[in-house]
């Protein structure tokens, strides 16, 4: 499914910020795990609080704490979910549309 120019929009704006790995957002082998800053990023564009995430992705909320403090690393299919609810588009579309 192709990105919409709002997802699009986003995603120039958050890498021009400069301080965004762009790489997070690539697809399957060539997917960069994100960095502290990267999760940290994309969390403050998901407009749900802490408690309404962890329900929505079936975490403990100690979980999404340790995303931020870059206590724990996140698997890609978590990233992508992220990404989508974040307005940045689903990676994982671009493995499936191949």
Same mark, same amino acid.
């Given at each position: =499914?192709?990105?919409t120019p709002e997802q699009i929009s986003c995603r120039?704006?958050?890498?021009? =910020?400069?301080?965004?790995n762009a790489h997070t957002l690539l697809p399957g082998e060539e997917w960069t795990r994100p960095e502290n800053a990267d999760v940290r990023h994309v969390l403050s564009l998901i407009p749900l609080t802490d408690i309404q995430l962890a329900n929505r992705l079936d975490v403990d909320e100690r979980t999404i704490c340790k995303w931020?403090?870059?206590e724990t690393s996140m698997v890609y299919t978590t990233?992508?979910?992220l990404c989508w609810l974040a307005g940045l588009g689903m990676?994982?579309?671009n493995i499936i549309s191949r």
């Open positions: =499914m192709a990105l120039q704006q958050l890498v021009a =910020m400069g301080d965004f931020k403090s870059g990233w992508c979910c990676p994982l579309d």
